[in-house]
């Protein structure tokens, strides 16, 4: 994240709204894929369906094409939001960054904590600590916009913004903890061309094509260098410059960053996105029982997500408010606060990505692990959206002006 910017600058002030709907659209999809999968792979066209994800193209299967490269996309996706919203937008400022900034630490530490607590005695279920640490923001803008206008924006902005700061604290945990045996040549190579894009950025180069040509082959190198490949993407967003076009220099947006960003926005919540929930939601239910369901891994993922997201979220949110470092959200209650955090218990996405990656070798405990989100995701969104429907809409009380 190289160059800061200026308030007198243009800035896309429709940016976060065209993000909150493509991504609760996005959602709606990503649920539908789900369903779909998991529908696929318990019938007659289950073995078609496994068959074709373990088929290899090329160097990598199917499956590994889509979770390594495709979610790569992703996380370029990713890593641009995360720049764009530090430097010019919704996390700018530490008095915007706070409240989001300390419920998101708050709901990664007691998820993980609460998966601990029913795994500690299992040596083979610990490396799946930060399974149920992550939100899925697609899923989770997906049920609130079946809210509608019940929901205040504020709360949208808090909850867009908190899961921007979850998606940076797991790229963190899958790149120290996730990643392989590393190759210190691919490494440094892949350094010399990070260090590269970086230069390009000072010397403001603009043209896109240059970054992603740089890209790919960052991606490459990653890959070979045993850190985990979709680190690639968020590594290159933060190179891609955010400075607005010479042509029209008070226009950020014009600047390379949000054209890239606003071109991968359809692509990622409509395309990618599900195809990767389709491939990986797909679980088989045959011989599953109410010990499968009660294992502790399974329950560990489950009750992290749903009891830990809820108390990670709104007590670190709570607290933040009452020492006064934050406000409540304009316009919102307590009580919606609370459904905001049991809709950060939807850990789809990217908890099913740390699972694949906690347990590569073994794929029974990749079905405990989905069954546990599935389980703890589907509880966590019906209640959360449960609690937000009954909840009337607070009017925010008008501000007296200072004599």
């Known amino acids: 994240m190289a160059e800061p910017t200026t308030s007198s600058r243009k800035r896309p002030f429709s940016m976060l709204r065209t993000f909150m709907a493509s991504e609760a659209s996005g959602g709606l999809i990503l649920m539908g894929a789900a369903v779909l999968a998991l529908i696929v792979a318990n019938s007659a066209l289950a073995p078609a369906y496994f068959g074709v994800l373990s088929a290899y193209l090329g160097p990598l299967s199917v499956l590994h094409w889509i979770n390594d490269a495709l979610m790569a996309v992703f996380f370029l996706l990713v890593g641009l939001e995360i720049k764009r919203e530090v430097m010019d937008g919704q996390l700018s400022t530490w008095s915007r960054r706070a409240l989001p900034g300390i419920a998101a630490v708050g709901g990664m530490i007691a998820p993980a904590l609460i998966y601990l607590a029913f795994n500690y005695s299992n040596p083979s279920a610990v490396r799946g600590w930060a399974i149920p640490a992550a ?4 899923f989770a803008l997906g049920v609130l916009s079946l809210l509608g206008s019940r929901v205040p924006t504020s709360l949208k902005v808090f909850l867009t913004a908190l899961a921007i700061i979850d998606d940076l604290g797991a790229v963190a945990i899958i790149a120290v903890f996730y990643s392989g045996a590393l190759s210190m040549l691919d490494l440094g190579l892949a350094a010399a061309v990070l260090a590269g894009l970086y230069a390009m950025n000072r010397a403001g180069v603009l043209k896109l094509w240059a970054y992603l040509l740089l890209g ?47 071109g991968l926005h359809g692509w990622v919540a409509f395309l990618i996105i599900p195809i990767f ?11 599953v029982t109410l010990a499968t369901l009660g294992n ?24 933040t408010i009452r020492i006064g470092w934050a406000e409540l959200p304009m ?38 692990v989905k069954i546990g ?9 019906l209640s959360g959206w449960l609690l937000l429907r009954l909840t009337p809409r607070r009017v925010p009380a008008p501000r007296s002006a200072k004599a």
């Open 277 to 287: 929930g389709f491939a990986n939601a797909g679980v088989s239910f045959e011989g």
């Open 135 to 138: 939100t899925d923001i697609a």
């Open 373 to 381: 989100i599935l389980m703890g995701s589907l509880i966590a969104g």
């Open 296 to 319: 502790s891994l399974t329950l560990g993922v489950a009750m992290g997500l749903l009891f830990g997201k809820l108390i990670g979220v709104f007590g670190f949110a709570a607290l």
């Open 331 to 368: 316009g919102a209650s307590w009580v919606q606060l609370l459904g905001i955090a049991l809709l950060c218990g939807i850990g789809f996405t990217m908890s099913l990505f740390i699972g694949l990656l906690a347990f590569a070798n073994d794929p029974l405990l990749q079905d405990q």
């Open 216 to 262: 790919a082959v960052l991606w490459v190198l990653v890959l070979r260098s045993g850190v985990h490949a979709t680190v690639a993407g968020v590594l290159l967003a933060f190179t891609i410059p955010l400075k607005p076009a010479p042509a029209a220099p008070d226009d950020m947006a014009h600047s390379p960053l949000h054209k890239l960003e606003h």
